[in-house]
Nanobody, 121 residues
Framework: QVQLVESGGGLVQAGGSLRLSCAAS????????MGWFRQAPGKEREFVSA????????YYADSVKGRFTISRDNAKNTVYLQMNSLKPEDTAVYYC??????????????WGQGTQVTVSS
């Protein structure tokens, strides 16, 4: 099994930045692709970004491309999401996930508890 714990969420004004972290424990971290998803009230959970086992390939939803950056440090068993130029529509609970191959929530095996990100106008 893999346990995931997110941190770094909070309240920020539009145009500001936040850096989310996800610490993993359990099975070998470097064996898993990692992803970030988000869910706003009344909406379905949506894909945000993903990174493969080596960190050599990254993927982004069109809505965040150019503003968000995903990275991982396998030595620290941690994945990051740097969020810049934040917009009110980025407001959501952000979840990290492990063990997925596709860009849909149902494909991912392990999930963190989520961290709230609120962007004020």
């Amino acid at each position: 099994q893999v346990q995931l714990v997110e941190s770094g969420g909070g309240l920020v004004q539009a145009g500001g930045s936040l850096r989310l972290s996800c610490a993993a424990s359990g099975r070998t971290f470097s064996s898993y692709a990692m992803g970030w998803f988000r869910q706003a009230p009344g909406k379905e959970r949506e894909f945000v970004s993903a990174i493969n086992w080596s960190g050599g390939n990254t993927y982004y939803a069109d809505s965040v491309k150019g503003r968000f950056t995903i990275s991982r440090d396998n030595a620290k068993n941690t994945v990051y999401l740097q969020m810049n130029s934040l917009k009110p529509e980025d407001t959501a609970v952000y979840y990290c996930a492990a063990g997925g191959r596709e860009f849909v929530a149902g494909d991912w095996v392990y999930w963190g508890q989520g961290t709230q990100v609120t962007v004020s106008s």
